[in-house]
């Protein structure tokens, strides 16, 4: 029997899994794929992106930029990974999504303290578990979980859909990223104000595809499609993912009235995914929807946009911030991780990983879970989704989770991006201050691991 079990092969799984194999436990891997499929996932392989491959900023003016930094200082092999297969994305943290996830799948394959098995997991081991099977959770593993919680799990995702480059009007899309920040990452199409208001209304009447099984239809407010925000009325999406402001057109210097975004998705620069545009549509619909976007008039699809459910745990009732099962529902050595957690990211699921792959491996060598400063965003994350009142909605890093800084130094006042990286050189001091701490602790080689 292993010293710590992982089920799902996600990026919060692969997380986790390394974590623990790195504190000198072994560590038993379930992936039902490709035994069982998804109805997102195209391939067997670890760490697979589905939604989009960008994972998020990567400046330290961000929250985002922030989580990813206090991760690579803490030796996660999500970043090492994303790092490795990098590309051009602005100021974003854009992977080639096929390499990436190959590389995670070997990585973690590679482990000698890692076995990985492809089967699907029906129950829950009685030894330290992860489960980190994300926002599609197998019916069985729901099941058993629902018993726990005695809530039901699920809320709607979408994907958006992505599109052969070869195929776009060079002559209409141009290169840029907004406000020239970083460098030129994105193809813009930009739309007049006739052509946007037309293509919003052709949006908001086009014919949807049906949410299987009769369930509810709950989306997240962060992802949410873009026909419904289309329906939200005619501006909604011009201050949304086709908000024009700092896109000049190179070409005449002019900032159109609507722009849509389009992203690299693979390291050879040959597809492109539609930035913002996640989607229910029916495929019929989406080609001939998004075909008269300018520039797009030839799309050539490699992927439609996917609607799936997704699945996430009451963690402020049912979860620790070691992202251990609370006592008062089980007495098992039971962690949850990822976005089955309550956060909504790759960076910020891959953050979860880490916290219960380490606490997993705490317990399996008769050591109590440790839990993160509130002061760092990895631990600011896991308090709030164990500890939010009310309704636990999937929640993004941000700034509002870590301690403010001034906002003036001596008599001058501090932009707030200046802010924002005083924010973040806190944290990682703080973060700094936990590491020392635990290489102080006798036989966590995890926590002792030096930043760098």
Not at 95 to 111: S, Y
Not at 180 to 186: I, L, V
């Amino acid at each position: 029997m292993p010293d710590v079990t992982i089920i799902g092969g996600g990026l919060a799984g692969s997380e986790a899994a390394w974590q623990a194999a790195e504190s000198g436990c072994s560590v038993e891997v379930w992936e039902m794929r490709p035994t069982k499929q998804t109805p997102a996932h195209h391939t067997e392989d670890f760490a697979e992106l589905v939604c989009s491959n960008s994972l998020g900023n990567s400046s330290l003016e961000t929250a985002s930029g922030l989580l990813k930094e206090e991760l690579r200082r803490l030796g996660s092999v999500i970043l090492r990974c994303a790092d490795a297969n990098s590309v051009p994305a602005g100021g974003a943290l854009g992977v080639a999504r096929e390499d990436f996830a190959r590389a995670v799948t070997e990585t973690v394959h590679a482990h000698p303290k890692i076995e990985v098995i492809r089967k699907e997991a029906t129950g829950l081991p009685d030894g330290p578990t992860v489960v980190a099977t994300g926002p599609l959770t197998s019916d069985a593993l729901v099941e058993k979980i629902e018993g726990l919680s005695g809530e039901t799990l699920y809320f709607y995702d979408a994907a958006s859909p992505i599109i052969h480059r070869e195929s776009l009007d060079d002559g209409v899309v141009y290169l840029a990223s907004r406000y020239g920040k970083g460098e030129a990452a994105y193809l813009n199409c930009p739309m007049t104000e006739e052509q946007y208001y037309a293509f919003v209304e052709d949006l908001a009447a086009a014919e949807l595809s049906p949410i299987k099984n009769f369930e509810e239809d709950m989306y997240f407010e962060g992802c949410l499609p873009v026909e419904t925000i289309a329906r939200r009325g005619p501006e909604t999406l011009r201050f949304g993912p086709m908000k024009p402001v700092g896109l000049p057109d190179p070409r005449t210097g002019e900032v159109p009235f609507a722009v849509v975004q389009l992203r690299q998705d693979d390291a050879e620069g040959r597809l492109f995914n539609i930035v913002g545009f996640q989607t229910r549509l029916k495929w019929g619909e989406q080609r001939r929807v998004f075909r008269t976007i300018p520039g797009l008039e030839n799309a050539d699809f490699a992927r439609m946009g996917v609607m799936h459910r997704n699945t996430y745990l009451p963690s402020n009732r049912m979860l620790q911030a070691t992202m251990k099962i609370r006592e008062s529902l089980s007495e098992a050595p039971l962690f949850f991780a990822g976005q089955l957690t309550g956060v909504e990211g790759y960076v910020e699921s891959a953050a979860m990983g880490h916290i219960a792959g380490v606490n997993a491996a705490r317990v399996a060598r008769g050591e109590e879970p440790t839990t993160m400063p509130r002061g760092t965003m990895m631990g600011a994350l896991a308090y709030y989704i164990t500890t939010k009142e009310g309704t636990l909605q999937p929640i993004n890093s941000n700034w509002g989770l870590v301690p403010a800084a001034p906002k003036r130094d001596g008599g001058r006042r501090l932009t707030k991006p200046e802010r924002r990286q005083r924010q973040a050189r806190m944290a990682l001091a703080v973060l700094e201050g936990f590491v020392g701490v635990g290489r102080a602790a006798a036989g966590d080689p995890r926590l002792a691991k030096t930043p760098g």
